[in-house]
């Protein structure tokens, strides 16, 4: 059985600029195993998915304690990497972080996601308290003796339309990707970014690999792969995909 330190040395270098990775995101233990054995490198969960679920808001809506035990099993179901859709780390004090951040590394997972907006509350974190917030996980992530995958998500993109995504906003987020790769970030996820340059510039001006989200007017993933994307991630689609179907079944057979 592969360690967890060998299973995030796998997942870091599974993100190569040019080559993505692509993230199915899943939700618990079956939707896994489908995804992995249509062929996945890596698994990844999505906190909205989860959250739908099971029965809660997204938006830190699962408690901690089911979010933990949902992962570990996940984990446990998978001989593949796992990461976790970790949203804002479920506190704004940077000692719980840190030792959420433990919880989950106990489950086996070798990666997060790790985002920016305040959780609850309105914006996004000030780009100083976020470094540092960044600097609390990769800090826990080292005195538990496990390298893993923090994607530092940044949400300035998502909280405005497209047509809003001016080169001022472009600017900020470039910034906070040099930051966060500063503070020990391993990946730079921008979902709601959409148009084709703007995904290039970042791609080009940001030291760590790129992470986007697809939706229905992000580029096709052939289209990302030339333009220096090094991971694509599905987010809520897949849940919304299986639950349409189900539906769709169910009216079938019920109606």
């Given at each position: 059985m592969i360690s967890q330190n060998d299973s995030a040395r796998q997942f870091f270098e599974l993100h190569q600029p040019?080559?993505?990775?692509?993230?199915f995101n899943i939700w618990d233990p079956g939707s896994a195993k489908v995804?992995?054995?249509?062929?996945?490198?890596?698994i990844g969960t999505g906190s909205f998915s989860v959250a739908s679920a099971f029965g809660f808001p997204d938006g830190e809506g699962v408690p901690l304690e089911l979010v933990i035990d949902n992962i570990a099993r996940?984990?446990?179901?998978?001989?593949?990497?796992?990461?976790?859709?970790?949203?804002?780390?479920y506190d704004p004090s940077i000692e719980l972080l840190g030792q959420n951040m433990v919880r989950v590394l106990e489950?086996?997972?070798?990666?997060?996601?790790?985002?920016?907006?305040?959780?609850?509350?309105?914006?996004?974190?000030d780009l100083a308290v976020q470094v540092e917030r960044i600097r609390a996980?990769?800090?826990?992530?080292?005195?538990?003796?496990?390298?893993a995958f923090i994607n530092a998500r940044t949400d300035c993109f998502l909280q405005s339309a497209p047509e809003d995504h001016s080169s001022a906003l472009m600017d900020q987020a470039i910034e906070r990707g040099h930051a966060y790769a500063e503070a020990g970030a391993s990946g730079f996820f921008v979902p709601g970014l959409v148009d084709p340059s703007a995904i290039e510039r970042v791609c080009a001006q940001c030291a760590l690999p790129v992470n986007v989200?697809?939706?229905?007017?992000?580029?096709?993933?052939?289209s990302l792969r030339d333009i220096g994307v090094a991971r694509i991630s599905y987010g809520p689609g897949p849940w919304r995909e299986a639950m349409a179907h189900l539906s769709?079944?169910?009216?079938?057979?019920?109606?």
């Open positions: 040019g080559n993505p990775v692509v993230i995804v992995a054995d249509a062929g996945a490198k890596a996940i984990v446990a179901a998978s001989d593949l990497p796992v990461t976790l859709d970790f949203e804002g780390g489950t086996g997972a070798v990666g997060i996601n790790f985002e920016d907006q305040i959780v609850g509350g309105e914006g996004l974190y996980v990769r800090a826990a992530c080292t005195a538990f003796g496990v390298d989200m697809m939706s229905k007017t992000t580029p096709n993933p052939l769709t079944a169910a009216k079938q057979a019920l109606g």
